[in-house]
């Protein structure tokens, strides 16, 4: 592990057998966990390099409970990280040695289901298909889909504000969710949002969405649900280069046309995920183009045509449109299973998430290029082509002496390549511990800052889940100061932009 | 910079930077003398929330200028000065727009329409019909940079779409109506035009039958991206009077034309079947919802006490119903009933209009117009419960500890 995580607290560690006892007075029976066979599956989460037992697993099965222990941690100061699935490709669930793992996979049932109104009351466990599954008999469903969506719970889609192949079209977690219930460090339950469409006064569920667990624990969600479309076909699209690839996605663009997904995939990716599932890649092209046209037969219809003439027009070799559910199926199914297809052609792989202005990824495959070869480590690329969202997935042999390393160190230089062009370090997958480090390649100190100050008014004492997001934390104390000097507020020589 | 007196309230100095380093001094100055400022972009919006008292006005018309815009990566970035006229227009000339449709208050509290700022459009949250499909002013934006309260300048986001680095601060300052930090520049998503659009128009329903159909246009596949009802005296007072007298619930189709063509056919036959039913195309559509959009119905030269309430779509009905035992009210419904706008003809109670959406499935009530005095008398926002009310002042301490931007505004 090349993360440094806090120190954990020695004060604490030496009271694990009463913290034990009084979370059992609060949540009882099997509830509790502090046998280390039995924590052992919480040690890591989906960033699988990363591994630390908690001092003691929590299972809480009602608000109530939740609320108890978080109250019993804030005031003996004890750590809490919350957990959902536990599917973070960041380490956003990571455990802590003198930290209480807070787990809500007992939060398991929807609660409510409003077709008049087009929500969804559920609980946090609940997962990310499960929702789709409850509405789908009446046509309905919800739009995000993260790849995990089979296991990744709706509680960890809010604060990791997941997005997948249709949030180019249906927007990303932070826009389909109404409402929720949290409760904070101190015990307090409170509801943001609901059934109606504004919430009031501070958008502090717009700040909840997309925290990492940094600011609350959420007990209930309101998500909206949509009526799925009528049809959807999907068209594969081959080019001799990504460059023209990319030309395509912006002319489609240009034209007012916003698929429901676009996604590209390099040689590498094509090749891997077509000896995997056979789903009829064109395996002689340098660039794949998924795109997936959904709405009413009619535009559907209509746009196809559209669609092919523009690949044509920017240097398409092919273009096959699917004609059967199970054609467009199985066009998916290659892209969706591109993660463990390159599972196959190495031992290991290490998946970023970087975003970049789409008009820069001519530059930035050129520069991984580069990269691959300083390292001396393969990378394949699977790119949510229309938001611009890169997964470039880097090739290496854990049991190689070095190699994780190398494989750490091109990421960043990825990340950082990703930040230079006007993008950012994750589009999706978060912060977590795994780009903490990173984050003074985007932000400056007063960036930080400021964002620390929303941790301080929902968390001061930073008791939720400390060492994940920030690469420093100041104690609120200290941020909350302000140098007034002879008349004149104390700042350092700030850039003027 | 410039510092002027403002013609009409000449005891009120107004400061007009017209860069970020310079506003920054004008916070900083204001935190070091405890002197509170009005933060303001064209002025365009005074009328709404809380009046704030204060001797000085921030003024961000000096910070104008779009700074970046790359229509084929559907990004926008602009000083937050800039007329919001001149990014529609500019938006316009390359076939694209704002997707969340904001509402113009100027014409509601007697100014003309087009005065506003961007800066503003983010800074109210401000939204439209299309609201119930493609969100509001907090769902595209990408990226700001700003002042805090603290009189240091940070940057929050960034100007791609898809973005999980750090807490959405961008969405926590959109809506804030200045009271965290003073916004200099934002970064939002823009994108395509629609092709064309129709609406469908049934007559004569009462509230409770359009409720219904409304459900059942939104809950279809038909994919309508406005779905509103006039009542009978209201509907007379939209596009000079086009669509008659009869109530008017109306169901927009957006897109290009053969899927509007196709939409319009299968959803018109399941309407009919419940009223009569018009159509109306194009331009006298777009006509329609833009005074939908601005309150033009209740657009009436006084300042009688208007009423925005957000709540669930199919109660919205029901909470006038129960409002109209009590007190005299014009209301009409957008967002399939979940946004009210309610025109009283007594004093606002505000207490009674709150009780009442709490009893049929919660929500919130904001005074968007009234008179200073009832405005300073009045709370003009939702007032919020115990912890969630500590928890936003929190949040002011740590942006604004001395309190100097629009203190007041919200509260």
């Known amino acids: 592990m090349s993360v440094m995580m806090p120190k954990p607290s020695q004060a604490i560690l030496d009271r694990r057998a009463a913290i034990v006892t009084a979370l059992r007075a609060i949540v009882p029976g099997e509830g509790v966990v502090d046998a280390a066979n039995e924590m052992r599956v919480f040690e890591s989460d989906g960033l699988t390099a990363y591994r630390q037992m908690p001092l003691v697993v929590v299972l809480p099965e009602t608000v109530d409970q939740v609320a108890r222990v978080l109250k019993y941690c804030h005031a003996e100061e004890i750590p809490v990280v919350p957990r959902g699935s536990g599917t973070s490709l960041s380490g956003g669930a990571l455990p802590l040695e003198d930290g209480v793992l807070l787990v809500l996979s007992k939060f398991n049932r929807i609660l409510e289901i409003d077709y008049d109104n087009r929500c969804a009351v559920v609980q946090p466990g609940v997962t990310n298909l499960g929702i789709t599954k409850a509405v789908e008999g009446q046509g309905f469903y919800y739009a995000p889909d993260p790849s995990s969506q089979i296991a990744c719970s709706i509680g960890g889609n809010v604060a990791e504000n997941s997005g997948g192949v249709h949030c180019l079209k249906y927007g990303l977690t932070a826009n389909n969710v109404i409402g929720v219930e949290l409760v904070t460090i101190e015990g307090e339950v409170m509801r943001l949002g609901g059934k109606h469409l504004d919430s009031e006064g501070y958008d502090l569920l717009g700040l909840m969405t997309g925290s990492e667990g940094l600011l609350g624990v959420v007990t209930e969600v309101t998500v909206r649900i949509l009526q799925s479309p009528e049809t959807a076909r999907a068209v594969l699209l081959g080019f001799p280069t990504s460059e023209q690839a990319g030309e395509c996605v912006a002319a489609i663009i240009a034209k007012g046309i916003i698929p429901g997904g676009m996604e590209m995939m390099d040689r590498l990716a094509i090749n891997a995920a077509e000896d995997f599932v056979h789903a009829g890649y064109p395996r002689d092209v340098e660039a794949l183009l998924i795109v997936e046209l959904d709405g009413p037969g009619a535009e559907v219809d209509h746009l196809l045509v559209e669609v092919e003439a523009i690949a044509k027009a920017n240097g398409a070799v092919t273009a096959k449109v699917s004609q059967s559910e199970e054609e467009r199926t199985a066009f998916w199914a290659g892209r969706k299973a591109a993660f463990p297809a390159v599972g196959r052609i190495s031992p290991d792989y290490y998946c970023m998430d970087g975003t970049i202005p789409r008009k820069q990824l001519p530059r930035v495959l050129a520069g991984m290029k580069a990269l691959s070869e300083k390292y001396d480590l393969r990378v394949a690329n699977v790119f949510h082509a229309g938001d611009g969202n890169l997964h470039p997935l880097i090739l290496y042999d854990a049991n190689k002496e070095g190699e994780l390393y190398r494989a750490e160190e091109f990421g960043n230089d990825i990340l950082r390549l990703c930040v230079e062009v006007g993008g950012v370090l994750t589009g999706e997958h978060g912060v977590g511990v795994e780009k903490r480090d990173l984050m003074p390649e985007m932000f400056s100190e007063d960036d930080l800052k400021h964002q620390q100050r929303v941790k301080c008014a929902f968390d001061d004492k930073h008791l939720l889940n400390p060492g994940k997001m920030f690469p420093v934390l100041h104690r609120c104390a200290e941020l909350g100061r302000m140098h007034v000097h002879k008349g004149q507020v104390a700042f350092p020589d700030l850039p003027r932009f | ?411």
């Open chain 2, 1 to 411: 910079m410039s510092k002027t007196k403002s013609a009409s309230q000449s005891d009120e100095q107004v400061l007009r930077p017209e860069t970020p380093g310079d506003l920054r001094d004008i916070v900083a100055a204001a935190v070091s003398q405890e002197a509170p400022l009005v933060v303001e972009g064209s002025g365009s919006k005074r009328g709404l929330g809380r009046p704030v008292q204060a001797a000085r006005t921030l003024s961000l018309a000096g910070m104008t200028g779009v700074t970046l815009y790359e229509p084929e990566e559907l990004v926008l970035s602009a000083r937050t000065g800039t007329p919001l006229a001149v990014i529609e227009r500019l938006l316009d000339d390359n076939n694209q727009r704002l997707e969340f449709e904001p509402m113009d208050y100027g014409p509601l509290h007697g100014l003309e329409p087009g005065q506003g700022t961007l800066g503003g459009v983010i800074a109210c949250n401000l939204a439209g019909p299309r609201r119930l499909k493609q969100g509001a002013a907090r769902d595209h934006i990408l990226g700001v940079h700003a002042v805090s309260g603290r009189a240091e300048m940070f940057k929050s986001g960034g100007r791609v779409v898809k973005n999980v680095t750090g807490y959405d601060l961008s969405k926590g300052l959109t809506g804030s109506y200045g009271t965290l930090a003073v916004l200099t520049d934002v970064t939002i998503k823009v994108l395509p035009k629609t092709e064309t659009e129709t609406t469908l128009v049934l007559r004569g329903l009462d509230d409770d039958a359009a409720a219904g159909a409304m459900a059942a246009a939104m809950g279809s596949s038909a994919e309508a991206s406005g779905a509103a009802h006039l009542p009978a005296y209201v509907a007379g007072r939209v596009a000079d009077g086009a669509l008659g007298k009869d109530a008017a619930t109306l169901i927009r189709l957006e897109g290009f034309g053969p899927s509007v063509k196709a939409r319009a056919a299968y959803l018109g036959a399941a309407l009919a079947k419940v009223a009569p039913l018009e159509t109306l195309e194009a331009e006298a559509s777009r006509a329609v919802w833009r005074d939908v959009r601005d309150v033009r119905p209740f657009v009436d030269g006084t300042t009688k006490p208007v009423w925005r309430l957000s709540v669930m779509p199919t109660r919205g009905h029901e909470i006038v119903m129960s409002l109209r035992m009590q007190t005299g009210i014009d209301a009409y419904y957008d967002w399939q009933g979940g946004l009210v706008w309610m025109r009283l003809e007594g004093e606002p109670d505000a207490a009674l209009v709150r009780e009442t959406i709490a009893r049929f499935g919660g929500g919130h009530a904001t005074l968007v117009r009234a008179s200073d005095s009832v405005r300073t008398a009045t709370e003009v926002f939702q007032p919020q419960p115990g912890p969630l009310a500590a928890l936003s002042r929190r949040l002011k301490e740590q942006f604004d500890p001395m309190g100097v931007l629009n203190p007041g505004k919200m509260g």
